[in-house]
């Protein structure tokens, strides 16, 4: 079975509407409390003094793996070298079939790689050949992206993007790439994910963050672990 990544992007989006009284970082503490083996937040260009005060103060509390994802922006590459995190997870939305992303992943990666210590991880889509990319990019890890899987109401469909999605694992591992899961996972869902032979790590945000409302975060976190392992 599977690590269990729980993300805090959730929390920060709800800081932002109703104030201070959710914290990610107070997030954090009760994740690893619970038993999660990580924590990863997206780095975003608004509110960016915020987001900069969060990822200080998860540096220095998170002792399970920090996992930071950002775009490939020169900028949001220039303030990840401010952070020590364990991981950094590289995004796109167009996905690694665009040369200029692939142009852009490749210089983050190198400038990374050349200032810090920590595993580089890209987002993909569920194609083997975006694995390949990622591969000769210089990846250490792929995060599959489970969308597709996970929002379809459809059980065809979704039969399918599990498959697609477990195949392009077996294609990753097979180009020496530690495999990662993530995107709209659910308590419904998230099992079959983790059940995947090739998948180290799966990452649960909303679902979590929305349970923890219910019967609060650690016992949320703790379900799903639950699932995962």
């Avoid at 498959?163 to 993530?182: H, N, P, Q, T």
């Avoid at 869902?189 to 799966?202: G, H, K, M, P, T």
Wanted: no cysteine; charged share 30%.
């Amino acid at each position: 079975m599977a690590l269990l990544e729980v993300r805090l992007d959730a929390v920060a989006a709800m800081r932002d509407l109703i104030g201070d009284s959710i914290d990610p970082v107070k997030s954090a503490v009760v994740a690893e409390l619970a038993g999660a083996d990580g924590v990863g937040i997206k780095l975003t260009d608004d509110r960016e003094e915020e987001r900069m005060r969060d990822l200080s103060l998860l540096q220095e509390i998170v002792n399970s793996r920090l996992n930071l994802i950002i775009n490939s922006s020169k900028r949001q590459v220039d303030k990840a070298l401010a952070v020590s995190a364990a991981m950094v997870t590289l995004y796109d939305d167009v996905g690694l079939a665009d040369s200029k992303v692939i142009a852009s992943m490749k210089e983050a990666i190198s400038v990374l790689k050349n200032n810090k210590n920590l595993a580089i991880s890209i987002k993909i889509n569920p194609e083997v050949t975006e694995a390949k990319a990622a591969s000769r990019l210089g990846a250490d890890y792929v995060e599959i992206d489970t969308s597709r899987f996970a929002l379809t109401k459809d059980y065809h469909d979704r039969t399918m993007e599990l498959e697609r999605i477990a195949a392009v694992a077996r294609a990753a591992f097979k180009f020496d790439l530690m495999v990662s899961a993530g995107g709209d996972l659910s308590y419904q869902n998230a099992a079959y994910i983790a059940e995947i032979e090739q998948v180290d790590s799966v990452s649960i945000g909303k679902a979590i963050i929305s349970r923890g409302l219910l019967v609060g975060l650690e016992n949320a976190v703790r379900d799903a672990l639950d699932l995962v392992k």
